[in-house]
């Protein structure tokens, strides 16, 4: 077998197990089994950003043609091997960048306090798509929001808040002396509302609570109020979407807002659609952190998801004029 | 003066400064100088990612008013001082992220390798938006690039190279062992052909080079070929969606194709308008790094860019078929 042989078999078997990321995919997925041996399909899941249930369907077919074996974990065959090496894929060892948004262990004492007072919350109801985000997560979160100036004199809303990120905050803010203007939670869960407010009389922070279903029609005394968006949607592109747009109707009209949306590793084509769809209602994107959430349990993606940072301008966008120059900077007499 | 009339008061400011960012923008710029005190004005864009030109109208618009005197950099008056501290802004210390993407110590020999062998390289033509990343930057590009599969066995075309990025992944792979399968350089300038190509004799990797204007159609041969596709394109919203395009015209059409495209710190209105072109033409944004990049000189965008990493899906995207079902995962029979 030759290189273009083995190309147009991994091709065979990414369009066999039906895989959006297609021959990329399975480059990806065997990569990491290459590099971490005896691996569980959540950590292939993990490290590649392919959903469980695509890297469960490619396995299948890697088996069928044994290029692989299950033992725990899954591992390379010697004609797995033979596979990657055909493509030109070996097991170098290279420097690696470290891990990004590690959260400090001066932290630490924050973080156990999250968990006293967070003792006895409400279980995750799964048919919200709740899932509970480990409580580190919830303090890289509080960290991040501030360094993009979303905690000091802001009027903060919360769309769905079974993280408890709102207790992160409260916990982060009071540490520092961070002065929050208003922190404002909307959950369809009167459950969460409920063990928010008895948790946030602890706190010296004006934290209003509002019992809303978001897929209806977003009430006017909500609309225009807000500075700082944050939610973790449910986890489909017409969920995320739906919870991006109400979000955007939030934001202050004329200061705009700042939002920060978590969200899955979708299919290509999904995540395409979901960003397609969100410029459309105004998100410019600022910075996208993959891998930045940690559930606890969440099986299906396999138990992390993404973070994205984005600025909501309180302006329409006028499309027709960014396309009147030349495409090099010297062609045009102004900077925007 | 209360907290509204203080929030309106930098509202004004960034009205009379034409800030797209507005409100938002004044304060990410005044928090940068109360945090830095004497800040220089690209420093200022630096930190906040709003360009040189818009922070240097909005400080004229904030000297105009008292909030802050220049002396070298630029220091915020009392009465500055007083403005953030009414909208909530205090100058607390905070543990911070380390700095992500560190290119490791064991990689300085081969930066010293790459100047050694960029001496004597072409200088910058600016009428091209040509400015040189600085070394560490390439190698940054080059660990990163491998990180996410797309240099071993990989067909990797290089949409403009001024910044030698071709020069530093064939360091890199030599040093580790990795097995590119062909290295295509196009770009506009044959003076960067000539020392790319003078240079490459050194190492062991099949090399080609391409003089072409990307501004002209491409041709058919070009078309669906690379795995990878490189660019750090003029910055125009117009430069990058063309770059853009061409990329995904050089993507193999099954395949699929990695993308990795730098850009500046656009106005809120391009940066929306580029991810709504890209997405359109199927780029799905997997990862945003503000600041990866950084430049000698290149005064406008304070020496630094973003770098954003991309699926370019082989296959078409029904956007239809995304709109069938509820929000909820429960509503869905399948995953994707």
Redesign the interface.
Known sequence: MD?SEA?STL?KVSFDSQL?????GI??IM?AILRGKNVPIHDISKIT?I????VSAARRELEKRKFLVRSGGATLTDAGLDMLSL????D???????A???V?D??LDQIAKFDELGEGRPDPD????QSHAISTTCFRRA??F??N?AI???DIAILGDDDLTSLAIMIYSQE??????SLNIFDIDQRILNFIESISKKFDVEINLYEIDL?QELQDSYKGRY?VIISD???????LT?FAAIGAQMAKE?????AFLSYPN????????F??NI??I?????????GFNEYIGAQ?HAGISNIGRF?I???N???AE??S????????G???
């Open positions: 290189r190309e091709n959006q990321e297609g021959y990329q480059r990806l990569r950003g959903p469980v249930p695509a493509i030109g894929i070996c170098q060892e290279v420097p690696r960048f470290k990004p948004y590690e400090p001066v932290m799964y048919s919200l798509d960290m991040y501030h360094e100036d000091e004199g802001r520092y002396g961070l002065n929050i203007k897929i500075d949607p449910p986890y489909t592109v017409e969920g739906r004329y200061v705009g807002a700042i979708l299919g290509p084509v999904g995540n395409s659609v960003f397609r410029s459309e105004g998100f410019s994107p600022k910075e996208l952190i993959p299906m600025f301008s309180g302006e966008i006028d499309v960014m396309y120059g030349g495409i090099y900077t010297r062609h045009r102004d900077w925007d």
